[in-house]
Nanobody, 123 residues
Framework: EVQLVESGGGLVQTGGSLRLSCAAS????????IAWFRQAPGKEREGVACITTGDITYYEDSVKGRFTISRDVAKNTVYLQMNMLQPEDTAVYHC?????????????????WGTGTLVIVSP
């Protein structure tokens, strides 16, 4: 059974950093593209970043230069390093497996989802 479990969310001040983790089980990361999505209160879910099986990465414009997606195949875990956080980054962050990662991730390309981890950035 494929499972994704996110962790690392929390409360941080503007300008701070957090690192989110997405621990995968039931499959190996070297066989799947993985994405991070986020959903803020009252807003639609948006794709934040994705990483291919060949370690090519794509980012949504608002996080370019601030967020970095990476993976550790030995730990079967994908990370999202988030720096220079802003209040507009406040959201529940989910990881998901993707059928393809060829640009900022889209809902329509996803297969499996984690339950999410909450990030709150205070002004």
């Amino acid at each position: 059974e494929v499972q994704l479990v996110e962790s690392g969310g929390g409360l941080v001040q503007t300008g701070g950093s957090l690192r989110l983790s997405c621990a995968a089980s039931g499959f190996t990361l070297d066989r799947r593209a993985i994405a991070w999505f986020r959903q803020a209160p009252g807003k639609e879910r948006e794709g934040v970043a994705c990483i291919t099986t060949g370690d090519i990465t794509y980012y949504e414009d608002s996080v370019k230069g601030r967020f970095t997606i990476s993976r550790d195949v030995a730990k079967n875990t994908v990370y999202l390093q988030m720096n220079m956080l802003q209040p507009e980054d406040t959201a529940v962050y989910h990881c998901a497996t993707l059928r393809r990662c060829a640009g900022p991730p889209r809902d329509t390309d996803t297969n499996h989802w984690g339950t999410g981890t909450l990030v709150i950035v205070s002004p």
